[in-house]
Nanobody, 122 residues
Framework: QVQLVESGGGLVQAGDSLRLSCAAS????????MGWFRQAPGKEREFVSS???????DYADSVKGRFAISRDDARNTVYLQMNSLKPEDTAVYYC????????????????WGQGTQVTVSS
């Protein structure tokens, strides 16, 4: 099994940048695709980005060109670099792991972190 812990959230102004980190346990980390999801107050959890080992990254249209996902399997860590942040990016961000490469469906992800709050002021 995989255990995930997110960090790096905070309060920033519109146009600023943040980098989220997700530390994973287990030697099986490299066999999973890693994803980022977010959930704003009163809204459903939505897909943000995903990355497989040595594979292409996938991004939701709302963040494409602004966010970048990366992973360091030597450290069992996945990152989400968020640039040009907008108030609508405000949400709790979750990292997750799935054996299904390229999935955007949250129900395909078996393991989830506790979430980290990102707040973007205008």
């Amino acid at each position: 099994q995989v255990q995930l812990v997110e960090s790096g959230g905070g309060l920033v102004q519109a146009g600023d940048s943040l980098r989220l980190s997700c530390a994973a346990s287990g030697r099986a980390f490299s066999t999973y695709a890693m994803g980022w999801f977010r959930q704003a107050p009163g809204k459903e959890r939505e897909f943000v980005s995903s990355k497989y080992w040595l594979g292409d990254a996938d991004y939701a249209d709302s963040v494409k060109g602004r966010f970048a996902i990366s992973r360091d399997d030597a450290r069992n860590t996945v990152y989400l670099q968020m640039n040009s942040l907008k108030p609508e990016d405000t949400a709790v961000y979750y990292c997750a792991a799935t054996p299904i490469r390229g999935s955007r469906r949250d129900h395909d992800y078996s393991y989830w972190g506790q979430g980290t709050q990102v707040t973007v002021s205008s």
